[in-house]
């Protein structure tokens, strides 16, 4: 076995990939990854907006343009395709999980970020027009995303959480999930083949806290680089077997419901000076997700180390985030910048990526 299908066989964690486009698709390089062991495929609009420029979708965006769509509307069915294409090929893992994997995402537009009743239409609308069990819906976790992702639940459309990156927002996160899984279960409906996961982001947050500690200049400041994406996301786990693994999801699982899983995002390494699968290797561990870029995928076949190592310390990781709190670094802030950060980000990506299908079908158009 390879050291992705060991990374699920021997420690119950899978490896997504956080990418997608047409070329992808058709050269048979997606179904080849999932022989390889991937399990699973997250999209945004700024992995849509590079697939679009390099030009893998020009005869489509042409063939919609002379049909009269607009920007919009060319995107929502690229993306729609794709997504579904992509569900397809993983239904295979999908089946042999029982409906625990294969899944591929598909994106709520993030201008929609404030809004509940936005967005739950948008989620009604993305998960009719796929079509396929397999998929996920993703939902910011943001305050007007958690009464969405609630309602979403409760209807049986399978969500990922996503933009999370404090521990006690995804504790909000974890129980709006149970939330909306009893309301499913009080109106009488299976809770079997509903599927959620919350997407912690974990590399953004050490060039966060990174910047302001080297700000600093001091020897322990130094010492500290590096230190919070990790432990951040450990007490994020660390939550997570205490609500699922307790009192407040025992009714849920005996009725059949499925855990949450922690998703990990974000963890190609930003900063040089880092291993580039340092996150990866540092976050491994039993009913959890990491969705990584091929990059990342690349370089654990050929030199990721495998081990046990995200439930390994918790006091640890305790130590590392009141540490870098001692230096006068207020996590809270941090993690509050950061996803509003990351909303504006996608909102930027959404905007160049409409930008991008109207200057392509501006030049289809004059050739």
Known sequence: MNTLQRLYAEFGQSAWIDSIDRQLIESGGLA?????????LTSNPTIFAKAIAGGFYDELIARLH???????????????????????????????????????????EPALATDTEGTLAR???LWAAVGRPNIFVKIPATPAGLPAIEAAIAEGI???????????VYRDVARAYLRGLRRRLAAGEDLRRVVSVASFFVSRVDTKVDKALDAMGTP??????????????????????????????????AAGARVQRCLWASTSAKDPAYRDVKYAEALIGPDTVDTMPRETIAAMLDHGALARTLDADFAGAAAAIATIEALGISMEQVTDELIDEGVRAFSASFDELIGTIEATRRALATA
């Open 66 to 108: 002379a049909g009269g769509a607009d920007g919009q509307a060319t995107y929502e069915a690229i993306a729609v395709g794709d997504v579904r294409d992509a569900a397809d090929l993983l239904g295979g893992v999908y089946d042999e999980a029982d409906g625990a994997d294969g899944l591929a995402s598909i994106e709520v």
């Open 158 to 168: 399978n969500v990922n959480v996503t933009l999370m990156f404090s521990v006690e």
């Open 32 to 40: 080849s990854m999932i022989d390889d062991g991937i399990r699973g």
């Open 220 to 253: 322990e400041a130094a010492a500290a680089r590096g230190t919070a994406a990790v432990a951040n996301a450990q007490l994020a786990y660390q939550a997570y077997l205490e609500i699922f693994e307790g009192t407040e999801f025992a009714e849920l699982r």
């Open 123 to 125: 989620a009604r609308a």
